[in-house]
């Protein structure tokens, strides 16, 4: 939920409907392509939340085909990703 925090700092509720939309409807399906362009798509002014999308526009755009097979849509997320690789947050 990085992003999603970076997005939407201290509004919880705004937080979980951004992963929703990007991580059970697009990324759990294999929607990667979809995923993409809509982190790709992210206007800010916070330079942080414009770094933080292209690496992660980056890193699915680079391992998609890794994703697409069967069974694996759900074994790499945006939150297990992150977590596993900033160390968990509160």
Request: aromatic content about 6%; proline content about 4%; hydrophobic content about 35%.
């Amino acid at each position: 939920m990085g992003l999603a925090r970076k997005l939407h700092p201290k509004d919880e509720v705004k937080q979980k409907a951004w992963m929703k939309v990007h991580q059970r409807r697009l990324l759990d399906k294999g929607k990667i392509e979809k995923l993409v362009f809509a982190l790709r798509s992210i206007v800010s002014s916070n330079p942080e939340v414009v770094q933080k999308s292209r690496t992660e526009a980056d890193y699915f755009e680079r391992n998609a085909a890794r994703m697409r097979y069967p069974g694996s849509a759900a074994s790499i997320s945006l939150s297990a990703r992150e977590s596993s690789k900033l160390g968990a947050r509160p």
